[in-house]
């Protein structure tokens, strides 16, 4: 019986955390460009932020055409990726950046997938059972999550629209948050509880 009452009260928390997600501030706009949003250029590009203001917050969301991306300054370069993770569409903008094997990589703060900046390929760490002493060592499971060529001018951050040419892992999930983000990301709460 008690165990009963200890589930019950689980799922209770677990609802209420949903109910809180569902209501608080929405991703998007919790580290926007300080222009509201993304602006195409006459070449093409689409301006996300100015230089000065990403490197002052380190990352920055934007969207391309409904589709939320992120740029990061990390070490003094600028990176953007697909904002959502290719594993199970977690906001990879909250996530934390770790060096690994000399990569800097994004570490999903729902399931704690690490993803290269650089190329986007997604890494795993394991061992060889057949090594006569077996060591872990990271490896990679090839590119999973979309990045997008970044072009700095005049101090202005801009990105190449995407290439969808060739489709990668995260492309579902950038649809599946494409223009109605906030009422997807209510439905993930699954997600976002087990934390």
């Not at 990403?54 to 920055?60: G, L």
């Not at 990390?74 to 990569?103: M, N, T, V, W």
């Amino acid at each position: 019986m008690l165990d009963l009452i200890i589930l019950s009260l689980h799922f209770f928390i677990c609802f209420l955390i949903s109910i809180a997600i569902w209501w608080g501030p929405k991703d998007a706009d919790s580290q926007s460009s300080s222009t509201g949003g993304a602006e195409t250029e006459p070449d093409g590009l689409i301006f996300i932020g100015k230089e000065e203001d990403i490197k002052k917050s380190q990352r920055i969301t934007a969207k391309i055409d409904g589709r939320e991306i992120v740029v990061f300054y990390h070490e003094g370069k600028f990176h953007a990726l697909d904002s959502r993770c290719y594993h199970e569409g977690g906001p990879l903008f909250r996530g934390e950046i770790e060096d690994i094997d000399g990569q800097a990589c994004i570490v999903c703060p729902w399931h704690k997938f690490k993803i290269t900046l650089e190329t986007g390929e997604g890494l795993y760490e394991g061992i060889n059972p057949l090594e006569p002493t077996p060591t872990p060592k990271w490896n990679s499971k090839g590119v999973k999550q979309r990045i997008h060529k970044v072009t700095i001018d005049n101090g202005n951050v801009y990105v190449s629209p995407p290439d969808f040419s060739v489709s990668f892992d995260s492309d579902y999930f950038a649809d599946k948050y494409k223009n109605g983000g906030e009422l997807a990301m209510g439905k993930q709460s699954h997600s976002e509880s087990a934390e």
